[in-house]
């Protein structure tokens, strides 16, 4: 027993200096992404090549081996057990790739990001075709190296989602698919037509800001844990948890990407804000997958602030920092506008409705390439099936179509899926906080603390000490089930489409 | 021959990884200072910890030792050869000190310089005398350990300023202080009296900063390898040799600090952005020492930006940034009043007269705990005594007295004597400089660009290639000689006083 007390003290002190690597990473990752000269570029990436080796080389070190075998289902301590097992994972699937292997594909990735922005500017996928090809084949390998039971769009599914399996997935997003599709033909045929264009008008970018931090205050983002800057891409980016910063992109003449894009990063953030300190500095301090992660930030975009309740409570707030923008928009024009469904090419500015059925395209030619039953040469009229298909559009050029997305070109196979499933879940999450809540009445009031407590007492507290279908299941009392997003929905776009 | 070359390989990858923490400890710094939010503090401190012992570790490791063993005076390649003689210099001084006792010194730091800051609010020496005879202990302990040959402060000395001694302090400081005061004593006596208060006025924050921007530029800073933030203590640090960044400090009522302020940090920034890049990530590629680099700050606050050809052709720009503040405020007065000369209790808030005086009453005090001439317990009367001798003032308590510095409190002996030699360096290469370039018409055409490349081509691109004694004699083909800062003075204060 005192033997384990003494190698569980040298396992946490490997965590906290794994984490202390982590943190220093990240912080270079901010600094690259916000702050840093660009000719600084070169010399830091080179460190952070120095400092990620480090990394890899403590998880997957002789000594980290010893720690799992000698604590694994050892230990008495919940939160020690937990974090073994997820450095075992760490662990197996580091080492399970051979070197030399990893070190090819980490080249052809590089490569492959550019050579991607090359094909997707000249809208040509012959370019992009050879190097898709290959990360196709080693994330086929990669799978076969880490194993499964059913399918082998399984062991990619797990990087990013663990617990997920393509026989789930079919399930729901089959059932999803057809009310979606359907309820897409009912909005279509609708003679009610929401105008978007009210929403366009001058909005200074400083008041952007300043309206943007009120509603971050409310969510209950704590400034003093955290930090706002200015990105292209706006990102959501965890130092520890009392430092988990966001960033944002203003548009002048359009709100929406500001006020929408910093709530959805607010709601990530509040997620990694609220983990347990007990898991402070070890692997288990962050979100359990992509998926939950998602969830959170879906929740609060969608489920909170593309609201009436939401608008209710903060459109004139809204209006005192855009005094002449929105002068003769009713508040129902207001929030009917900000809902409209729209069938578009490019997954990320598509709307609510239409969302997951891009990542339904993504899902099943991923699945497809790994089984062997679709070829990548095969993919850009594939691509164009499937959107007339779905949302009955077809894409201008492949640039609007299948080379939209970096993912691929970055080797991320399986990953698409979550953002699918972080809606489902953020719908079920909904469902059963309105058995305990009156959520509307609390958006209405703007006491959105009760609100964020539910999600930190069920979700956030637990960082990784919970696989996602766990939380799923604990919180919700069932398994996936898409129905409540459909329900969600459904009643949403009925009344806004007079359906 | 072949084994020489695959050891100095090896010896350069370990220098890269030494190299790589500190880019990202420094980050931390930087962030630390500038932009962390207060709650991610603590678990930050922790990280750079761990960091921190990591390159301690790698700088006194068996390896390191095998490495400086194998190439000391064997390696062809003269760069290896200075970072052999840099690395073995830090492998000396670190391992020379007991573990044990090097632990203990830090947490009495620690300790000291909260107990300093309560001290110092409170202007009672008496709390901070324990803490201080400690560290004063400790420092001589080390100087022992680290070894010297005529006096003990020479081991402290050569932490900041190599080959720096006892013996070359005591002369140049004799001959300055005298020369000084005589000064002093004919501006008390002139009745020409600069007017300060005409520079007080209202400045908007922004446009200063537009302003020093538009300096820094005339420089020559670099703005692709640098950026500039906002902090309470401005300060210049290097994350690599193409990310150099400074802060500052904006007081809207007086636009001195800010100002004068950025230009002292654009000097040292200067030094690091122009480095050679054959010294990139190795320890030679930074500042030689304290004193060279308090030298490249100096000149260009002092001997360029409080110049009369500086204002001739800057102060119309100046004016257009602060319209109102200094309508009535002729050039000649403007002049004259940020050379305004008068004694005062607080070193860094003293004028180019008198601050060399503030740095040799402390270099006297140092120097007399170090020889067990004084004792701690004497320091507040042997300070005013000291004011009173050299500045004709005296501090009304000790808050304005001895207990203003945080050094001490930091463990810093030794320190102080560079603020001085980077101002006596500072006049010799301006001395030089006027033989080879036209400075003051160049200063006053704005054509900055010979004067960053002669200190470029002089002192900057050898990083710590050079000793700073070794750069002093090779650019100003003689030793050290304060007759040139007195020279420079005299002159300067002479046209300004009519003396």
Known sequence: MENIKSIEKEFIDLLHEIDAYREVITLTQWDLRTKIPPKGVEQRSEVVGVLSEKVHQLETSEKMKQYIDALKNKTEDKIIQKAVETCEETYNRSSKIPIAEFKEYVMVQSKSEAIWQEAREKADFSLFQPYLEKLVDF?????????????????????????????????????????????????????????????????????????????????????????????????????????????????????????????????????????????????????????????????????VSRSKAFWGNNYDLLKSYAPDAFEHVTLEDFYCAINEVKPSFIRIEADELTYALHIMIRYELEKGLMNGEMEVKDLPQLWNEKMEDYLGIKPPTDKEGVLQDIHWAGGDFGYFPSYALGYMYAAQFHHTMKKELNVDQLIASGDLAPIKEWLTKHIHQYGKMKKPLEIIEDVTEEKLNSDYLVQYLTEKYTDIYGL
């Open 139 to 303: 994330n086929k390998k990669f799978a076969n190296y880490w194993g499964y039971k059913d399918n082998i769009y399984d062991a990619l599914l797990h990087n990013f989602e663990p617990g997920m399996t393509t026989k789930i997935l079919d399930e729901v997003f089959s059932k999803l698919r057809q009310a979606l599709t359907g309820l897409l033909s009912k909005i279509n045929a609708s003679t009610t037509k929401p105008d978007s264009s009210v929403l366009i008008g001058h909005f200074p970018k400083s008041n952007q800001e300043a309206f943007t931090v009120e509603v971050l205050k409310q969510m209950g983002y704590d400034f003093e844990s955290g930090r706002l800057d200015e990105t292209i891409h706006p990102f959501e980016i965890t130092l520890n948890m009392n430092d988990v910063r966001i960033t944002t992109r203003y548009d002048e003449e359009d709100f929406r990407m500001a006020v929408f894009g910093t709530i959805h990063e607010g709601g990530h953030a509040l997620y990694e804000q609220n983990i347990s300190p007990k898991l402070a500095r070890t692997p288990l301090a962050t979100g359990t997958s992509m998926g939950i992660h998602e969830s959170q930030s879906l929740f609060w975009e969608n489920f």
